[in-house]
């Protein structure tokens, strides 16, 4: 729409409010003053509001008082169409969203210039799309609890192993698991049953982030449990990547909400080798912001996150050596941001019974523990009594 028919809009809206006031409380919230073409007006709509929230009357001399001088906007009411207020709210917003589309691209277009790391273009690229889909919706985190009752109604995913799934409750949509282990315990081993039971006949994908393995070597292990044919079951998506990054992160798992239609779980190998492109900051405050954004995403994507993380080597030198909480490796921020914590210990490393201690638990009981059955062959977990 040319500028001038979006000059028409606003002042239509703001001659309509002017008429009818009391509907200004049910617009508020969904317009702000930068999505007005014509300053004018946005500042208007802004007086308004604060007009209504004070109770005082509006009309002409009232926002001529709050420093807004407006040409006598009557004189449009007799051209007016009589759609609902909301159709002039929707069609103000859409031209908003389209310019701040463009400015953001030209703005990208710019930083894309000056960068030769892909890694940092693709950062970019990332913080420009989420910045875009967050000016999609409404301003706002006023939620119904309708809402929230039937989003919680579709449930949560198990952790298809019995031992597990008896203490905990299923992880829902924003979750962030954290399983930490010192190496070779079977954190991984662990991560990749999850993703199984996750993806096993699920409409949209689980994906797995495989920074320390590579994808034949997962492959491998679950051929000794699967065959070949059977896999096909699995909506499971690896990604290989060695040096990923939480932007790679998050712009992986929006590849897949554009091709699928959603993404049901992420699973993280792990949290120490994701790269942080920022650079010069010390390793506690890279496994923080690490940390959050895992959460970020985990909420973003409305799915669960299982994030395995290492467990300080001072823990080994401790006469009862099984992981407490403050063994978490570099950081407090993983312990802050986590729904759930899950230490793993095996006291020899030959024996197969692989003991999970419930470290947090946000939504339940923690300090339990249960034993699972370490395939030393095959490398995976069996669920448990």
Request: charged share 25%; glycine share 8%.
């Given at each position: 729409?040319?500028?001038?028919g979006?000059?028409?809009?606003?002042e239509a809206?703001?001659?309509?409010?002017l008429v009818?006031?009391?509907a200004?409380?049910?617009l508020?919230?969904?317009?702000?003053?930068?999505d007005f073409?014509d300053d004018?007006?946005g500042e208007a709509?802004?007086?308004?509001?604060r007009l209504?929230?004070s109770?005082?009357?509006?009309?002409?001399?009232t926002?001529?008082?709050?420093?807004?001088t407006?040409d006598?906007p009557?004189?449009?009411l007799?051209?007016?169409?009589t759609?609902?207020?909301?159709?002039y709210v929707?069609?103000?917003?859409?031209?908003?969203?389209?310019?701040?589309v463009l400015?953001?691209l030209?703005?990208l277009?710019?930083?894309?210039?000056?960068?030769?790391d892909?890694?940092?273009?693709?950062?970019?690229?990332q913080?420009?799309?989420?910045?875009?889909l967050?000016?999609t919706?409404?301003?706002?985190d006023?939620v119904?609890?309708?809402?929230v009752?039937?989003?919680?109604?579709?449930?949560?995913?198990?952790y298809?192993?019995?031992?597990?799934?008896r203490?905990l409750?299923?992880?829902?949509?924003?979750?962030?698991?954290i399983?930490?282990?010192?190496?070779?315990?079977?954190k991984?081993?662990l991560?990749?049953?999850v993703?199984?039971a996750?993806?096993?006949?699920s409409?949209?994908?689980v994906?797995?982030?495989?920074?320390?393995?590579?994808?034949?070597k997962?492959?491998?292990?679950?051929?000794?449990?699967?065959?070949?044919s059977?896999?096909?079951?699995?909506n499971?998506?690896?990604y290989?990547q060695p040096?990923?990054t939480t932007?790679?992160?998050?712009a992986q798992?929006?590849?897949?909400?554009?091709r699928?239609?959603?993404?049901?779980?992420?699973?993280?190998?792990y949290?120490?080798l994701?790269?942080?492109t920022?650079?010069?900051?010390?390793?506690?405050l890279r496994?923080s912001r690490?940390?959050?954004?895992i959460?970020?995403?985990?909420?973003?994507?409305?799915?669960?996150?299982?994030?395995?993380s290492?467990l300080?080597?001072?823990?080994?030198?401790r006469?009862?050596?099984r992981?407490r909480l403050?063994?978490?490796r570099d950081?407090?921020?993983?312990?802050?941001?986590?729904d759930?914590?899950?230490?793993?210990?095996?006291?020899?490393?030959s024996?197969?019974?692989?003991?999970?201690r419930?470290l947090k638990?946000?939504?339940?009981?923690?300090?339990?523990?249960?034993?699972?059955e370490?395939?030393?062959?095959?490398?995976?977990?069996?669920?448990?009594?």
């Amino acid at each position: 729409m040319a500028w001038a028919g979006m000059r028409d809009t606003e002042e239509a809206l703001i001659a309509r409010l002017l008429v009818d006031p009391a509907a200004i409380p049910t617009l508020s919230g969904k317009l702000s003053a930068s999505d007005f073409t014509d300053d004018r007006y946005g500042e208007a709509w802004s007086a308004m509001e604060r007009l209504a929230a004070s109770g005082r009357p509006i009309d002409l001399v009232t926002l001529r008082a709050e420093g807004v001088t407006l040409d006598d906007p009557t004189r449009y009411l007799s051209s007016l169409h009589t759609a609902p207020l909301d159709e002039y709210v929707s069609i103000i917003r859409r031209e908003s969203f389209k310019s701040n589309v463009l400015s953001e691209l030209g703005r990208l277009t710019q930083r894309v210039k000056v960068h030769d790391d892909p890694a940092d273009i693709v950062n970019d690229v990332q913080k420009a799309v989420s910045g875009i889909l967050a000016d999609t919706g409404d301003a706002g985190d006023l939620v119904s609890l309708a809402s929230v009752v039937e989003q919680e109604s579709r449930g949560g995913l198990a952790y298809g192993m019995p031992g597990i799934d008896r203490h905990l409750q299923p992880a829902g949509p924003g979750d962030v698991v954290i399983v930490a282990a010192r190496p070779s315990i079977g954190k991984t081993a662990l991560a990749w049953n999850v993703a199984e039971a996750w993806a096993f006949e699920s409409p949209v994908p689980v994906l797995f982030v495989s920074l320390e393995m590579p994808a034949s070597k997962l492959l491998k292990r679950a051929l000794k449990h699967h065959d070949r044919s059977d896999l096909a079951a699995f909506n499971l998506t690896i990604y290989d990547q060695p040096r990923a990054t939480t932007a790679l992160v998050r712009a992986q798992a929006a590849r897949l909400r554009l091709r699928h239609g959603g993404v049901r779980g992420i699973v993280v190998d792990y949290l120490g080798l994701l790269k942080d492109t920022t650079g010069g900051d010390s390793e506690n405050l890279r496994v923080s912001r690490m940390s959050s954004e895992i959460k970020a995403i985990s909420r973003e994507f409305e799915c669960p996150t299982l994030l395995l993380s290492q467990l300080n080597r001072q823990a080994e030198y401790r006469r009862d050596p099984r992981p407490r909480l403050s063994d978490l490796r570099d950081s407090g921020a993983i312990e802050q941001d986590a729904d759930v914590v899950l230490g793993l210990y095996r006291p020899d490393r030959s024996d197969p019974t692989l003991e999970v201690r419930c470290l947090k638990n946000r939504d339940g009981l923690a300090d339990w523990e249960t034993n699972l059955e370490f395939d030393l062959d095959g490398q995976t977990v069996g669920g448990g009594g």
